[in-house]
């Protein structure tokens, strides 16, 4: 079993929806990373969260810790916000320089 | 600032032969690390280096080698390539150790065939 899974594989939405990601994950964790890449390739870094719950724009990602879940929310969806979302965990037990990904949600917005 | 750049965008090599990765960043960050992506897969690491001169393996470091001479550059070799490296790689770097903290910027990556 991964030490990080996501869910959807695979996202449809219309523009305008309310999308929501999902990322669980097996491991105590130092904190949890929220990665976007595009579909040419390059990868940005999004959010990085140790608890509770960021912002920025359209975008919201929460974590509960206890449950070892984490949300990544996208508010009024648009065709530019198609990509590949990438969850990655920082174990609590390793070492500090080492993300463990998820194998990414791939995210279609139609127009 | 360019931030992280790899070259060469892509590549096809044959079964033997050997080839560089160059990646070079101009943020002054002295972490940098190499990952690949094989399809429906995660990243994993393969090495990661802490500044200039001192490098580490990662996951999965079979079948490369990587060098830290300074801090702006971190080339990855591959000395004989195998179908198994066909990936797409992609070099990233931070400021800090502390992947708590720190953001990791990525650059482009390179797309890697061996046939």
């Known amino acids: 079993k991964n030490e990080v899974e996501q869910s959807p594989q695979n996202l449809t939405a219309q523009e305008g929806e309310f999308i929501t990601i999902n990322c669980s994950y097996s491991?105590?964790?130092?904190?949890l990373h929220w990665l976007q890449q595009h579909p040419g390739g390059g990868i940005v870094s999004l959010f990085m969260?140790?608890?509770g719950k960021k912002k920025h724009g359209r975008l919201i990602a929460t974590i509960n810790i206890q449950e070892k879940h984490s949300s990544l929310h996208i508010t009024a969806s648009h065709p530019r916000d198609s990509a590949v979302y990438i969850c990655?965990?920082?174990?609590?037990?390793?070492?500090?320089?080492?993300?463990?990904f998820g194998k990414g949600t791939l995210l279609t917005v139609n127009p | 600032n360019a931030g992280v750049t790899q070259t060469p965008k892509f590549r096809i090599l044959k079964i033997g032969q050997s080839m560089t990765l160059q990646c070079a960043q101009d943020m002054n960050h002295n972490y940098m690390y190499w990952y690949r992506q094989d399809p429906g897969m995660g990243l994993k690491l393969i090495y990661y280096?802490?500044?200039?001169?001192?490098?580490d393996k990662g996951e999965v470091p079979n079948g490369y080698n990587v060098s830290r001479s300074t801090t702006e550059d971190f080339p990855l070799r591959l000395e004989l390539a195998a179908p198994s490296q066909t990936s797409v790689y992609f070099c990233?770097?931070?400021?800090?150790?502390?992947?708590?903290?720190?953001?990791?910027?990525f650059g482009p990556g390179t797309r890697l065939t061996v046939l």
């Open positions: 990655a965990v920082v174990n609590s037990g390793g070492s500090n320089y080492k993300l463990t």
């Open positions: 280096s802490v500044g200039a001169g001192i490098t």
């Open positions: 491991v105590g964790i130092s904190a």
């Open positions: 990233a770097s931070s400021y800090g150790i502390r992947s708590v903290t720190d953001t990791q910027y």
């Open positions: 969260l140790s608890s």
